[in-house]
């Protein structure tokens, strides 16, 4: 994909994002900006909006209010499917695959339909297709797995497969719900190498992570929220120095990685 | 002997014919989450539409299979866009149900345009093939059985092929699987519902030519194989492929062999009871699993 010159200017704008449930309010007011080419990490305690958050920019959910602007063009209206051509990615926080397909099938999903065009064109089997599904396979490291069943496969090949997918349909961002969530520490160390990979082909990311020592490590910029509402916008490293963040999230010993993910 | 005989050719000839009908319930529910009480109607309709074919032209019989198959598939778009449509995505309405009452108005209406335009009476259509061939002294099988399940058994598998081979395939099943991930990906889920929809009436509508020599065309000939389809789909567990082909080879046993050890009109209350006892022991039918295990 023909990557703009955009670097540093905002890829994503969310400008008073609200999405209310009733009387409740997961998401209430957030503004955020993500450059083009950062990494942009998003933590918070449980209930603070940040999955919810998630699903209004890719769609899954409708804004109650708001505007997400991506690459210049208002989305908060736009379908699933149009968001994804648009050029964004997400993967779950629950490893979210299809059960009974090959893992090969799974990304050729992405690969086969991430790029929009004319719906007709879009279902013939092109073998450029199928070898770029198999390229991201080896990328994220199932290449020797493509023809395993990806349902009885474990947590990580499952989290590496929806990267895969997710890759697969060529995004511009690429939206992560804690990845790394649920792994064992050698894990979390193998997984933070690929994201740097993953960045470093100039794909834009939105984490949201409870272990602090990976958003630490991999993101440019962090916002914390709690109860749908921004507490903590900006570097990694003032984060843990702001008061009120580790009063209502990180706990009293916030200098030290919290990995309870 | 003669009638174990007898009823292994009775369940391969019905099983078939279940799970053409049966398939296209489960292809709507795995993908749609509709219970697609519109599926009984098709099979009236292909009846209809092979024996208007043949009566008004004259075209050999053959080619009205394909004609029956597409007039479905066209009814199946439209009932697509006019009873389910409408209804996706509805915030404060219960999907499920609600498509469930809507498809059954659908069916309800073609049945009384149907009985508007040609009257009640029952129209005998002739066999595909007609004679038969002796296997033993006593027992024979009807050339026209024989294309039942030829042409029964090649649909399945041609549909089997479209899902597990083609890119389209791939998308239905991944819309079923996991409809969130599958919109992430790029799929719009609306195109891959109506071309379900049709696929489902026209496969259905192929089953009513097959039975149209055997029950007759007429406006309420649809009325026992939706019945026999939603027992084969609950028995089978909403929107298993493979546990509806298992129930329907199944279900054809139990109504050939009640049918010819015991007796004919005993078949349909038979399979009553066994539903009753198999949602009893198991709730979610023979091979219903939670969503993400569908198709």
Redesign the interface.
Known sequence: MVQVATAGQPLLRARGVVKRYGGLAAVDGVDFDVLDGETFGIAGPNGAGKTTLFDVV?G?VGATAGEIEFAGKPIQNA???G???AGI??T?QLP??????TVL?NV???A?????GS?FG????KPEVLARAKDELVFVGLGARAGALA?PMPVFDKKRLMIA??L??QPRMLFLDEPFGGLSPSEVDELMVLLTKVKARGITIVLIEHVMRALMALSDRVLIMNQGKTLFQGSPHDVLRDAEVVRVYLGKRGDKDKDDA | MNAILQTLVSTVVQGSMLALIAIGMTLVYGTLRVLNMAQGVMVMVGGFAAYTTVVRTGLPTWICLIVAAVVTFLLGVLTYYSAVKPLLGRVGVDFEMTAFITTFAIATIVQSVVLLIYGPRQKPFDPLWPGRIDITSDVSITYHSLIMAAVAIGALVGLGLFLSR???G??I??VA??L??????????R?VYVVTMGIAAALAGIAGVLLAPLYFVYPNAGDLPLLQALIVVIFAGLGSVRGTIYASYIIGFLSAAVAIYWKSAYALPVLYVVILLVLVVRPNGIAGKPQ??R?
Request: hydrophobic share 40%; aromatic share 8%; with cysteine.
């Open positions: 890719t899954i379908s699933v499917h968001i994804c051509h990615a997400r779950f979210s695959v299809f059960d009974s397909q099938a050729l999903v992405g086969q339909y991430g790029q929009g719906w879009s279902t013939r089997a349902g997918s997710a697969a349909t | 083609s890119r389209y791939l998308a099943t991944a699987q996991n969130d991930a599958a919109r992430l990906m790029g799929i719009p889920a195109r993400e295990a198709l």
